[in-house]
């Protein structure tokens, strides 16, 4: 029996993105936005660039020990995901994401009822009263609650 | 030492109306969330921590120290009628739990879980408290050499024992390190990794980043396992008087929920390993050590007795290492730190200097919370069951309106929303890619502490590394770490070679 592949190619894939993030930080993100000034005793710096050097190092540990274990086997380092499962990853963080710009635009209290709604539909809920309480409830709660803190000087 | 009037005044304050109220709203909603499948304790905490800003500061981590409390013995009933554990920790109790309710027994099953878990947690409170004072009265007396070397070797040892790989651990507790130094520098003012944002002033805002890298990922992987767990089937509970638990079956179940306790306490005191760990390292003593471990898995009440108990011990112990040396070692631990820095209060072994009045009234809430735990679930047992039908596709909704009305009502704007939203891609990778979750937030918590016990360390030793050899308690965790990651390096190492050796063997 060989080892699983998918874990090792996601191990390598991931290890080289952490890497390269890891670069990206220490080459140019750290140097640039990472602070200056005269310290005594330890750099603004210095604690940053020890996380980014630890995850290089963990990282390309990783990807060379994945891909060495891809290579034994005669893995593919690559295979393209099956364009409806990277599909059904993606759309939540664009439904998400879609009504995030909702927010910024109009109130919470206006939205979410649609969110909700429209999320339950994509689910698979067609009860029309279920739908129609789940969205609403929240948001009449979210309203006392802002409505609330309003009253008392919070908000 | 304490006196005896503080111990009382703690206990009468822990017992006014108003704690008790507050109390059981958390253990009373920690219940519903562990209840309810896909929803865990982290996803709880990330999403009340904006409903406590209002409350006092005792109220709002009693609150939180309730709700976690009521997810660990909450998360029982889904693992027992519906086969799926409300929290990870709980699929030990799946094992025996989901066999024993399909025989009939639904009712006895959710009853032995119940008194484990209040058992299991009431005597590790009982420890901690025991624990944590002399705990924190010894580190008062540290410095900061033995301050820095500590939170080294215990960020080494959670990304060790955290689960996963080692590497990988490191690596999340690097991106944690990092972010952690985000802000103005304390010493200097320099604004480090700001980018022009004042938000980022302060350093990055902990509720964005909770809730979009805890609640708001895990919804998102809920999403994606959603379409392969549909359908799911709950069992009844029935009025059957044979269903009932006797005082005899019971008292059986006792000597393997005691040892399950002291497992628990054993497992949750060492940062980073999890209630998952302490549950299965008791169910598999309880099984080895059983007279028919055959009966394991089939319906036996001490299987679910052991992980219960022990699941439910693991999270007041966990907070030793908390309230003794400021170290969260584990997720819910790492939020109350989140909760407590929201009030204002380092938590730590400065609290027994600074609020020692709070941290003995927090004590005496966390043993009335185990009490209102006992309740809740004793007289909640048909409710609760009825809860576990809530299907995944209206809590998900729910759950992620929460998620964003909890960032908008603390007022961080689109900037608040921005941030939970880029978190949320962030922690979907961390979870999809197996990166340790717990090291990242516990290294992103300590990283001031660390920074500012680094920075007077180095200043103090003028830069001589000799001055260790002066400093024996931080010498030693200094070589502890040395030999701690040269063991996992070399234990995972031996894992992959004899990997590697078997599949060239086939």
């Given amino acids: ?155 | 030492m304490i006196g005896f009037d503080a111990i009382v005044s703690s206990f009468a304050a822990a017992l006014h109306y108003e704690s008790i109220a507050i109390i059981l709203g958390g253990v009373l909603l920690g219940y519903i969330v562990g209840v309810i499948p896909g929803l865990n304790r982290a996803v709880a905490i990330a999403i009340a921590i904006p409903l406590t800003f209002y409350m006092s500061a005792y109220a709002a981590i009693a609150f939180l120290i309730g709700l976690s409390k009521g997810t660990a013995a909450g998360s029982a009933v889904s693992a027992i009628l519906l086969n799926t554990p409300g929290e990870p920790s709980s699929a030990a109790t799946c094992l025996d739990g989901f066999p024993m309710a399909r025989a009939g027994k639904p009712r006895k099953a959710l009853k032995v879980g119940l008194l484990a878990s209040v058992v299991g947690d009431l005597l590790a409170t009982l420890l901690l408290i025991a624990v944590a004072i002399p705990f924190a009265s010894v580190a008062l007396k540290f410095g900061p050499y033995e301050l820095a070397a500590i939170l080294i070797f215990a960020l080494v040892f959670i990304a060790g024992m955290a689960g996963g790989s080692f590497l990988k651990g490191l690596a999340a507790g690097g991106m944690g390190v990092i972010l952690g130094t985000v802000g103005l520098d304390p010493e200097t003012g320099a604004a480090r990794l700001t980018f022009g944002y004042a938000e980022l002033m302060e350093g990055v805002p902990i509720l964005p980043l909770v809730i979009g890298t805890l609640a708001l990922a895990e919804m998102f992987v809920q999403l994606d396992e959603y379409r392969r767990n549909k359908g799911a089937s709950v069992i009844k509970l029935s009025h059957d008087k044979a269903d009932d638990l006797s005082f005899k079956e019971f008292k059986a179940t006792l000597p393997t929920v005691f040892k399950s306790t002291g497992i628990g306490a054993f497992v949750g005191a060492l940062p980073g390993l999890g209630p998952s760990v302490g549950a299965f390292m008791a169910y598999g003593l309880a099984k080895r050590s059983a007279k028919d471990p055959d009966s394991f898995g089939k319906g036996n009440p001490n299987g679910i007795a052991a992980a219960e108990a022990a699941d439910n011990a693991v999270i007041p112990a966990s907070y030793i290492p908390l309230f003794g040396l400021g170290i969260p070692g584990s997720v819910s631990a790492a939020l109350l730190v989140g909760a407590f820095m929201i009030h204002g209060i380092q938590v730590g072994p400065l609290m027994l200097r600074d609020h020692p009045e709070m941290l003995f009234t927090l004590f005496s809430g966390m043993i009335v919370a185990s009490l209102l735990m006992l309740a809740v679930g004793w007289y909640g047992l048909r409710i609760f069951a009825k809860v576990t039908s809530v299907p995944p596709h209206i809590v998900i909704p729910v759950v992620i309106f929460l998620c964003l009305a909890g960032i908008q009502v603390q007022g961080y704007g689109t900037f608040g929303l921005v941030t939970v939203f880029a978190f949320a891609i962030f922690g979907y990778f961390l979870k999809k890619f197996d990166y340790s979750f717990v090291t990242f937030l516990v290294a992103f918590i300590v990283t001031p502490m660390l920074e500012m016990n680094l920075r007077q360390a180095v200043i103090l030793s003028g830069g001589d590394i000799a001055i260790l050899l002066n400093r024996p308690i931080a010498l030693a965790f200094v070589v502890f770490t040395a030999l701690m990651a040269l063991h996992l390096s070399w234990s995972g190492y031996r894992q992959w070679r004899q990997k590697r050796l078997k599949a060239s063997g086939n």
Avoid: K
Wanted: net charge positive; aromatic share 12%.
């Fill in chain 1, 1 to 155: 029996m060989s080892e699983n592949p998918i874990p090792l190619r996601m191990n390598f894939w991931s290890g080289l993105g952490v890497a390269a993030l890891a670069v990206l930080l220490l080459a140019w993100v750290i140097p640039h936005y990472g602070g200056r000034g005269f310290a005594v005793g330890m750099h603004p710096r210095t604690l940053a660039t020890l996380g980014a050097w630890v995850m290089l190092g963990c990282a390309l540990a990783l990807a060379l020990l994945s891909a060495i274990a891809l290579m034994r086997q005669r893995l593919p380092f690559f295979r393209l995901p099956e364009f409806g499962h990277l599909w059904h990853q993606t759309w939540p963080f664009l439904f998400v994401l879609f009504f995030i710009v909702l927010v910024d635009r109009f109130p919470l209290t206006w939205v979410a009822p649609f969110m909700i709604g429209s999320l339950l539909l994509l689910l698979g809920e067609r009860r029309w009263h279920v739908v129609l309480l789940t969205a609403v409830i929240p948001a009449i709660g979210l309203y006392g609650l802002t409505a609330h803190l309003m009253r008392i000087g919070v908000v």
